[in-house]
């Protein structure tokens, strides 16, 4: 078993966005042998990029506010929200709020995606 907080694992900027920051806290390194763990934080007013990926995931919003976007919706997110994104659906998260967008997501375990 591993217990430790997020903020003990070095946070580094995703795919070169700037204000976009992933911690890449349970994954092949910790042994998990399914599933990788991400906390991503968005600063205020910055976006992930338009993408889609084969593989589905999950996010759950720790704190702050913002917009999930995808081609059929674009939905607020904030505190307590959960999020699905179906394999292949296009999608971007966006901080519309004052303070760091912050939400764990989780992808079947690849390379880093």
């Not at 903020?7 to 204000?19: C, L, M, Q």
């Not at 992933?22 to 910055?46: K, S, T």
């Not at 976006?47 to 593989?55: L, N, Q």
């Not at 995931?57 to 674009?74: C, D, I, R, T």
């Amino acid at each position: 078993m591993i217990v430790r907080s997020f903020r003990d694992v070095k946070s580094e900027t995703y795919a070169e966005i700037p204000g976009v920051a992933v911690r890449w806290v349970i994954g092949a390194p910790e042994g998990a042998p399914n599933f990788v763990m991400r906390v991503f934080e968005l600063e205020p007013g910055a976006s992930s990029a338009h993408h889609s990926h084969p593989w589905e995931h999950e996010v759950f919003v720790l704190s702050g506010e913002g917009v999930v976007w995808s081609e059929s919706a674009e939905s607020p997110i904030g505190e307590g929200d959960t999020v699905f994104i179906a394999p292949d659906e296009r999608h971007r998260f966006t901080n519309t709020g004052k303070e760091i967008l912050r939400f764990i997501c989780v992808i079947p375990l690849l390379e880093k995606a």
